[in-house]
């Protein structure tokens, strides 16, 4: 019998293999935002190995938006061919491929993780090739270690949507399958959400249905390049350290919904430098969250964070807790997970989730072994 984890799943006009999803993760291995082979090796692998869909890391809409001089870029049509090496070669193994489209706010301009995420204070405005001023909802910094943003204008926020409706173009014209929009983890649309960051008082600040509103007009401005026939994600911290609450994830998911957006890929926190008090780590600590928004919302839900048995990520998708399961650092530890899934769970083929050049060969092997065992016990019983 099919689990439901190795079900397939039709959304819009995309229907994936299965569940299973490699949650965006920023690799940091650009140059100047545009891929190379370090990419085109880390995406091949999680296809390679099953996974329905695979998610390119969060891909800066605007220069200013990058977190490093290493992140990915869509904000000019010359990273286009670059991003179709990777959807063509992610297809050619038998899965699906999105993109998630971001701007770190007031989070960008900093140094490489490994290099302790230190401010470039001294950042002369071309170390990722193009001008790179820090920008946010208001003139707040992240923490004492970050510098202040000049606060958007209107004028600013104009452009902004033009550059998501650009980036949603561009990657439709790479034929990506799946766009998601980050609005998670104390980046810019997390900052127009957050009453922590976002100390306006005109129409994008104030109360909840102006804190919105930033949000919902990027997923418009998305809209106006982006397939009707092709399915839109959006991340969110559900919850964060600070003010925002799961209700207020619903009530965002409501709106989103009525404005397009297809499915709600959970996550948590990142509005300051501490992790939310109430959402302690371990095993499937997230996916409250999307058990919440999915049936508060009425609205699809993606899970992630620390998802790493199949069993567990089979439990989530039995007890109607998401629709689809992200896996992140655990498909880096196994890059074929979703086939050790499928064996786990007893899948009827399980090697069918990889491409024939593995699977044939695989299966093969399995019963081969069954042929030793046969064998084997045979022998057994004449001695």
């Not at 090796?41 to 890391?57: D, I, M, Q, T, W």
């Not at 000019?76 to 992610?90: A, N, Q, S, T, Y």
């Amino acid at each position: 019998m099919t689990s439901l984890l190795f079900s397939p799943l039709t959304i819009r006009g995309l229907t994936l293999k299965n569940r299973i999803v490699l949650s965006p993760m920023l690799t940091y291995s650009a140059t100047n935002g545009y891929t190379n082979e370090t990419h085109f090796a880390h995406y091949a692998k999680y296809a390679v190995g099953g996974v329905g869909l695979v998610f390119v890391e969060s891909t800066k809409i605007d220069p200013r938006g990058c977190s490093t001089p290493k992140d990915l870029g869509l904000w000019k049509d010359e990273f286009v061919p670059g991003m179709r090496k990777i959807v063509d070669l992610v297809k050619s193994y038998g899965s699906a491929v999105g993109i998630q489209l971001g701007h770190s706010g007031r989070k960008a301009r900093r140094n490489l993780p490994w290099e302790g995420r230190t401010p470039m204070e001294n950042c002369p405005g071309v170390d990722h090739g193009e001008p790179w001023e820090l920008i946010g909802p208001s003139p707040v910094p992240h923490s004492g270690s970050y510098q202040a943003p000049r606060e958007m204008t209107y004028d600013d926020i104009g452009e902004m949507m033009e550059a998501y409706a650009q980036g949603a173009r561009r990657a439709d014209e790479a034929g990506f399958d799946v766009l998601e929009i980050h609005g998670a983890h104390g980046y810019l649309l997390h900052q127009f959400l957050s009453p922590t960051a976002n100390k306006r008082t005109d129409r994008y600040g104030g109360s909840l249905e102006n804190r919105m509103r930033f949000a919902i007009e990027v997923v418009q401005a998305t809209k106006r390049y982006w397939p009707e026939n092709k399915p839109l994600f959006l991340r969110i911290s559900a919850i964060d350290e600070t003010e925002w609450t799961i209700d207020d994830s619903v009530a965002l998911a409501r709106a989103l919904k009525k404005h397009g957006v297809d499915c709600i890929d959970c996550s948590a926190g990142g509005i300051s430098d501490t992790a939310p008090s109430n959402n302690i780590v371990g095993y499937g600590y997230q996916v409250k969250f999307a058990d919440a928004v999915r049936n508060g919302a009425d609205i699809m839900s993606m899970a992630v964070g620390m998802i790493v048995h199949a069993d567990q990520a089979e439990s989530i998708l039995q007890k109607g807790e998401a629709d689809l399961v992200a896996l992140g650092r655990e498909l880096l530890v196994n890059p074929n997970w979703a086939m050790d899934a499928a064996l786990k769970l007893g899948e009827p083929a399980p090697y069918a989730q990889m491409p024939p050049v593995y699977g044939y060969y695989l299966d093969r092997r399995k019963r081969g072994f069954k042929e030793l065992q046969h064998s084997t016990a045979q022998a057994g019983i004449k001695a």
